[in-house]
Structure formats: C-alpha cells, structure tokens
C-alpha cells in the first residue's frame, strides 16, 4: 500500500484546511487509517483515526469537535476537515494505514506542512 497525502498549507487562526490521502494496493485489507501530526521539537501524535469499516473513531482531546475524519469503503481516500484552526496545529501530517495482523503493520505518507498563523 502507498499513501500520498495532499491539501496541506498555510491558513489563518480560525481558518480551514482540508487534508487528503489516497491510497494505493491492496486497501482492502486495511484495518484502520488515520492522520497524526509531528510539530517542530515534539514528538509525532495522533490526531485522529477511523477504523476500515468506518464505524468507529479516535481522536485526540486537542481537536475535538474541530477536526473531522472520514473515508471511502474501499480505503482508498482518507480525509481530515480541519476548522477552527490554532496556531498550535500547526505540523507536518502524515496519513497512516494498519494492518492488525500477529503484529500491526503500519504504512505512512510523506507528509503534508500545514502552517497556521495567529
């Protein structure tokens, strides 16, 4: 599988971005997908997750009734809408995909800067 993530850039506080991911391979088999960010200085975090048969999702306390995520049954295309943007959400997104096997199997994206400015 391969994940390639677009719609990062720069924005406003209060403003909205949108991310994508399209997947590539065998998404079938994918047992969840997600996005999670990486800021300047931290360490890479979660930020939201829904799992393959889209019923259920996670995401960290920070955006909350903020950030929304979704995807198409076939896995192929993962999106995060972003609203209410802050400063501190601010950081490079990846797009992660699971395959909960004996042991996970994660697959990530390149990246995507998303910049916000107050």
């Known amino acids: 599988v391969q994940l390639v993530e677009s719609g990062g850039g720069f924005v406003q506080a209060g403003g909205s971005l949108k991310l994508s991911c399209a997947a590539s391979?065998?998404?079938?088999?994918?047992?969840?997908m997600g996005w999670y960010r990486q800021a300047p200085g931290k360490e890479r975090e979660l930020v939201a997750e829904?799992?393959?048969?889209?019923?259920?999702?996670i995401y960290a306390d920070s955006v909350k009734g903020r950030f929304t995520i979704s995807k198409d049954n076939a896995n192929t295309m993962v999106t995060l809408q972003m609203n209410s943007l802050k400063p501190e959400d601010t950081a490079v997104y990846y797009c992660?995909?699971?395959?909960?096997?004996?042991?996970?199997?994660?697959?990530w994206g390149q990246g995507t800067l998303v910049t916000v400015s107050s």
């Open positions: 992660n995909a699971v395959f909960r096997r004996l042991t996970d199997i994660e697959v």
């Open positions: 391979g065998t998404t079938g088999s994918i047992n969840a």
């Open positions: 829904i799992t393959g048969g889209g019923g259920s999702t």
